[in-house]
């Protein structure tokens, strides 16, 4: 649901043009900043207003032929006002602030959304796009259909969980210069390993930390979960277990890798429910699993 604290400006669904006497609604020119707004957009069938993304914006392929804006916390006004955007669309985790102030200082429309990582914010982010985008109807639908897969999501997880202790999970995110962090709580990896039954390896910690070999050997986890972005980044598999610590943990000595992509994984959109489907059924497969895509 949209919060008028975290909306700097409103602006109605769509501006109104008379023409012979009639009012039509034009067209709108929306930014997305965030990959999982630009899913929702596209479930809405609104993806002809977008004229712009972000970098994280991956999905659908179509999505990635869009002007980019760059990274979401290091967004330009340049580039942003450069699409003549009548609104953008974005998730707290948007900024710089100052780049925020100077799209409110030019009159542009911005609206952002909480960026909760549990499926309910899933759902009122739905209700606050169809709401700005003037797909009420559209809205309700998709979180209809949204609820029902997350319902047959959780109960499979149930049934998968059941007999056997949770795994212990640790959530690696490298990259190409080879660094690479892991998740406590408050992550949206930590809510993931949640809702699939799992235990968060390192989850007396809160946020993401640097990876050292003392940190990962502590964890002791029975998975390592990653990104295949961040996989390819590695070198594979057994690039990633190089990194520190990694391959003297049991999952390291096993090679249990659990992948998945990004924003699947990270994002809480629409593909949420799928995706915690495919989590629960690796991370709960008997041991000796590899590499989930």
Same mark, same amino acid.
């Given at each position: 649901?949209?919060?008028?604290?975290?909306?700097?400006?409103?602006?109605?669904?769509?501006?109104?043009?008379?023409?012979?006497?009639?009012?039509?609604?034009?067209?709108?020119?929306?930014?997305?900043?965030?990959?999982?707004?630009?899913?929702?957009?596209?479930?809405?069938?609104?993806?002809?207003?977008?004229?712009?993304?972000?970098?994280?914006?991956?999905?659908?392929?179509?999505?990635?032929?869009?002007?980019?804006?760059?990274?979401?916390?290091?967004?330009?006004?340049?580039?942003?006002?450069?699409?003549?955007?009548?609104?953008?669309?974005?998730?707290?985790?948007?900024?710089?602030?100052?780049?925020?102030?100077?799209?409110?200082?030019?009159?542009?429309? @911005?609206?952002?959304?909480?960026?909760?990582?549990?499926?309910?914010?899933?759902?009122?982010?739905?209700?606050?796009?169809?709401? @700005?985008?003037?797909?009420?109807?559209?809205?309700?639908?998709?979180? &209809?259909?949204?609820?029902?897969?997350?319902?047959?999501?959780?109960?499979?997880?149930?049934?998968?969980?059941?007999?056997?202790?949770?795994?212990?999970?640790?959530?690696?995110?490298?990259?190409?210069?080879?660094?690479?962090?892991?998740?406590?709580?408050?992550?949206?990896?930590?809510?993931?390993?949640?809702?699939?039954?799992?235990?968060?390896?390192?989850?007396?910690?809160?946020?993401?930390?640097?990876?050292?070999?003392?940190?990962?050997?502590?964890?002791?986890?029975?998975?390592?979960?990653?990104?295949?972005?961040?996989?390819?980044?590695?070198?594979?598999?057994?690039?990633?277990?190089? @990194?520190?610590?990694?391959?003297?943990?049991?999952?390291? &000595?096993?090679?249990?890798?659990?992948?998945?992509?990004?924003?699947?994984?990270?994002?809480?959109?629409?593909?949420?429910?799928?995706?915690?489907?495919?989590?629960? &059924?690796? @991370?709960?497969?008997?041991?000796?699993?590899?590499?989930?895509?």
């Amino acid at each position: 649901m949209l919060s008028r604290r975290h909306v700097l400006s409103l602006a109605p669904a769509a501006a109104l043009l008379m023409l012979g006497g009639r009012a039509w609604a034009a067209p709108q020119r929306v930014i997305a900043v965030g990959g999982a707004l630009t899913e929702l957009i596209y479930e809405l069938g609104a993806q002809g207003e977008l004229v712009g993304v972000d970098s994280t914006s991956l999905y659908p392929s179509d999505a990635t032929k869009l002007p980019n804006v760059g990274y979401a916390r290091t967004l330009a006004a340049e580039g942003l006002l450069s699409l003549a955007p009548t609104m953008v669309v974005a998730t707290e985790e948007a900024g710089p602030p100052a780049v925020l102030r100077q799209l409110e200082a030019a009159k542009v429309p @911005l609206h952002v959304l909480r960026a909760e990582h549990r499926f309910e914010g899933v759902l009122e982010r739905t209700k606050a796009l169809g709401e @700005l985008l003037g797909r009420q109807r559209q809205a309700t639908a998709l979180s &209809q259909k949204l609820q029902a897969e997350w319902t047959a999501s959780r109960a499979q997880v149930t049934q998968l969980a059941a007999g056997h202790r949770a795994p212990r999970v640790l959530f690696v995110l490298s990259n190409a210069a080879n660094q690479a962090r892991i998740a406590g709580s408050a992550t949206a990896a930590d809510a993931m390993i949640g809702y699939a039954a799992a235990t968060n390896a390192l989850g007396d910690a809160q946020g993401y930390k640097m990876l050292s070999p003392e940190a990962a050997i502590a964890a002791a986890p029975d998975v390592i979960l990653a990104t295949t972005q961040g996989l390819d980044a590695s070198g594979g598999i057994d690039g990633l277990l190089k @990194l520190p610590g990694l391959a003297q943990t049991p999952a390291g &000595q096993s090679k249990r890798v659990v992948v998945m992509e990004t924003m699947a994984l990270l994002g809480f959109g629409p593909r949420t429910p799928k995706a915690l489907t495919t989590l629960a &059924q690796a @991370l709960h497969a008997p041991a000796g699993a590899g590499k989930t895509a």
